[in-house]
């Protein structure tokens, strides 16, 4: 430690204040890069928006089922019934097909 001197010190002081001051501006300049992306890609998203999506030809009538032939549900095969639950909202929220229109005839765990 006899080598140590005032001048290293300042030298290893600026660089630590160097290195926060430059942390600063990034932390300045990330926002505004961030805005400027945005900006450029809301024309892009409004085209999208604007535009309605294609129209899916509606389902065939299915046949009336009678009481006796109703499932009770899928088969589940390595799955609780919590997790099958989930798995088929998100199927229904992912697809936009109401849960009411989905058929699930079984759900195994892979």
Known sequence: MGNL???????????????????AVLC?????ISKAVQSTQKPAVRERVSSPPPQRPAPPPRPAATPAAAPSGPSLIGVDEK?????MAIVSHETGIPLSELNFQRIQAI
Request: some cysteine.
């Open 5 to 23: 001197s005032i001048s290293a010190l300042l030298v290893a002081l600026s660089g630590i204040v160097i290195v926060f001051i430059m942390l």
């Open 28 to 32: 300045m300049i990330i926002p505004l």
């Open 83 to 87: 997790t099958a639950a989930c798995i």
